[in-house]
Each structure stands twice: as C-alpha cells, then as structure tokens.
C-alpha cells in the first residue's frame, strides 16, 4: 500500500498484501522520494509483483535466514537516544490501567535570568521602576494598555507576575531573547500565593433584571449588561473557585449524560425520502445541505430557525461537526438548509441519523440550568444571563471572554513561558467563517484577536 504523495515528498510506506481480516505489518523505515503520484504506483506496483511472482517466492525463506544476522548486527551498533530538544518533545501524559490518558506535567522549577521585573496587576503601578517585588509595573511592556515605565521597558528580562493575581490582558512579544539568556514569563513561589493567571476575560458587572429583547422567554427570569466587546464565552467562578462554562443559548438544551458519546442528546436527521445528497438552494442561488428533521423542524415559525449556529455532524467518516448558519427554513419538508463545513455549498455528506443542534438566537434562552445569548451592536452590544437556579449574578463572578490568544506575535525567539496559569480566552465572532485565511502570512490562521 503506497502512502500520501505530496507536493516534494512522497512517502511511500509499503505493507504486504494480508489475508481479509488481518492486519498488515507496521512500517518502521517509509522510503522518502522526489514526489508523484506516479513514484507510489510504480514502486508499490512493482512490490506487489514481485511478492507476488511464484518463482520468486521459494527464496523467500532463504532470504529472511540472510537478513537476520545482518538486523541483529545493526541493532548491536545502534547509536544513542538523542534527548528531546524542545519541551513540547518531552511526554507529559502517561497512560493508566484503564488505557486513558493521564496528565502527567514536568514539576515547575523557578528559574530567573540576570535581570528582573516585577508585574502585580492589582497592585502594581506602571510609573514604577518595575525592578523589586516593592517597586512593581501594573502591566507587562508588551501589553498596549502599558503605559510610563512600563511601556518604555525592553531588552531581555525575566518578568515575574505576582501569585494569587489575575493579570487581564494580551501580551505581543515585542522583543527576543538568546539562547544563553531567554526572554521568562514566570512566577515565584515566594512572591505571593495560589496562581498567576494570565486571563483573556472581563468580569462583568452592574447587572440589570429583566430581558430587553422581545424573542426571549420568561423575561424576568434573565438578567443583561452592556459590553464594549463581543465574547463568544462566558463562565461563571464560584466562591470556592469552581468554574462553570455557561453554554451559549442552544436547542435542544442537551447535556453530557452519556460521556462515551457526548452528541447522545442531540436532534437527528430522518432525511425519509433520501437518505443523503438533499439539497436547496439559498437566496444567492447556490445549491447548499437540506437536513430533514420531521419530528422537530415543526410548529415553530421560520424565524425560530433562520438564521441560527448550527452545529451537524458530516461524513462520510470523519463525522465531526462543524458550524454553519441556518440560510433556508422549508417548514413544508421539515428541512434546514445550510452550507458544507468548507465555507458554502455542499461540502461533506449530511446523511440520516446524523446529529445536529442549533444554537444563538434569543428564543433559545430558556434553560433553568444557565445559559446565555449576546445581541452584537457594533464592536460591542448586550449580554443576557439566566443562572442556574435564577441566581443573581450581581453576587456571582461572571467572566466574559475578550482575547483569542494571551501571548502572541510574528517573530517569537527563546521566550520560556512557566508557572503561569492561561485562562478564559474566546474564539472569533465569526465562528463560521472558514479556518484558512489565504491573507495571513502564513496563510491558514485567523488574525488574532
């Protein structure tokens, strides 16, 4: 069997032809060649002749006796493990007697270079030399919201954040540091206590009762507050520092009661005339997915679907869902109309007894065990709570995600990152937009946010 060709390599990762049920030989040594599709058919064709030549196999035998002490031999002359070069080389999970994964992290040393800065967000005053635990800057240089001494500081230090203080903000490398003297992000166990946490959230207050929105039910059971920004996540932080993640308004309101298959709960296309390939178009005149759901694409009107998050499996195998906004709603059919997981179209295979939710319309803010919805106006708008139990949130530590990404930048040389703590970031507002972006450099990642 030739392996994936691709474009200046062709890995050619051969496997002897097996009896129907079996399993076919690891490879240990795949041949790397100059690609072509053509360099794999020709070399396995060729293989499979060979092993396949009657007057060729009776030497099979003799041949395997030959080989044998010349394996033995090389594996006498083995050189030496190298030692990883990179910590993302090192394991950092074990597996238990149950066969799961088991988090297993290298224990956290603190190490600090020549020269020192101190970061206290809490406390801290970015007017400061920034130089001792005493003297420390509110924010890190690298932050935009740093200001005075603070945002004049750079070079190669090791910055230390404060124990037991949130640091809200995102961080642009600005600098490098050396092989010999990296640039640190760190904490010291004897400055402060608990963690340092690096968090890409706000936490929102002054609360109102009762939904300004007309689609949303049982009104007064749902709280709002204005924000500046659009968050995709919002979690609620217990007293006694438990986090729950509160979900964006979905229906069904399913949860997690199976955790082999987390997707139990979810609606199911029944597609009964055909059982895949159905298709409408939208208003642009493309042929998009039609999924058909005759038990609850039903007794609701078109705008309780239009223009909904939804999230269906897709195959043929992979199966793994995708988001996707509502565009068609054929109440006569019980169908959703909605673009393949490449971006439009009809991408994948949306086939019976897939599983599918929708999610982020107002009416769907109706589950007593919490959920929320943000009504987007401009770069900011309105964000509705429900807690679980109706709780207050006024007394109740609500975090809303503002930043993608904590740390980030073009150009990143031996910055070491450790004993810190990342928390609460959020994806893109348009989260149906395709992952690549051919505007980027490189191409396939999203602008961070």
């Known amino acids: 069997m030739a392996g994936p060709c691709v474009r200046g390599a062709c890995v050619c990762d051969y496997t002897k032809t097996v009896p129907e049920g079996s399993y076919p030989e690891p490879v240990q040594n795949p041949v790397l060649r100059p690609s072509s599709a053509r360099c794999c058919r020709l070399e396995n064709g060729g293989y499979n002749r060979t092993m396949h030549n009657k007057r060729f196999a009776p030497l099979m035998p003799a041949l395997a006796l030959a080989i ?7 594996a006498d002359r ?33 190490q600090k270079g020549a020269s020192v800065r101190y970061i206290d967000f809490e406390a801290g005053d970015d007017a400061n030399p920034g130089d001792g635990p005493g003297t420390p800057w509110k924010h890190h240089p690298w932050d935009s919201q740093a200001a005075g001494k603070s945002a004049a500081g750079s070079g190669v230090h090791t910055y230390i954040f404060k124990r037991g203080v949130v640091y809200r903000g995102r961080l642009e490398v600005k600098d490098a540091g050396r092989p010999d003297e990296p640039i640190r992000l760190t904490s010291d166990p004897a400055w402060g206590s608990g963690e340092a946490v690096l968090c890409g959230s706000e936490r929102v207050i002054g609360w109102a009762r009762g939904a300004t929105h007309k689609d949303i039910p049982e009104p007064d059971k749902v709280w709002w ?6 968050p995709r996540s919002v979690w609620s932080v217990g007293k006694d520092g438990a986090i729950l993640r509160i979900p964006l ?5 399913w949860k997690v009661s199976n955790p082999d298959d987390v997707k139990s709960e979810w609606w199911v296309w029944d597609n009964p005339r055909k059982a895949f390939g159905n298709t409408i178009t939208n208003a642009s005149g493309q042929a998009i997915h039609l999924g058909i759901d005759t038990r609850h694409i039903k007794d609701k009107p078109e705008d309780y679907f239009k223009g909904a998050l939804i999230w269906p499996e897709y195959g043929w195998v992979m199966s793994g869902p995708y988001p996707a906004e509502v565009e068609v709603v054929d109440l006569k059919q019980h169908g959703l109309g ?18 599918y939710y929708l999610e982020d319309k ?6 007593p065990e919490g959920e929320y919805w943000f009504e987007k106006k401009g770069q900011g708008g309105r964000l509705y709570v429900r807690l679980p139990g109706g709780a207050d949130p006024n007394g109740a530590q609500i975090e809303a995600g503002k930043h993608m990404n904590l740390v980030t930048g073009e150009k990143v040389e031996h910055v070491h990152i450790s004993g810190l703590t990342f928390r609460f970031t959020t994806p893109a507002w348009d989260i149906t937009s395709a992952s690549w972006d051919f505007s980027t450099k490189p191409w396939g990642l999203r602008p961070a946010m």
Do not use: H
């Open 78 to 110: 083995e050189a030496p493990i190298t030692p990883a070069r990179w910590s993302w080389q090192d394991a950092c999970a074990g597996v238990d007697a149950k066969g799961d994964l088991a988090w297993q992290p290298r224990p956290f040393v603190f």
């Open 249 to 253: 308004a979905r229906t069904p309101n």
């Open 362 to 367: 107002p009416q769907y803010l109706d589950d």
């Open 225 to 230: 507050a204005d924000l500046s920004f659009a």
């Open 338 to 355: 909605f673009g393949g997981w490449t971006g439009g179209g009809t991408g994948g295979v949306i086939m019976r007894n897939m599983r």
């Open 68 to 74: 044998l002490p010349l394996t033995a031999l090389s």
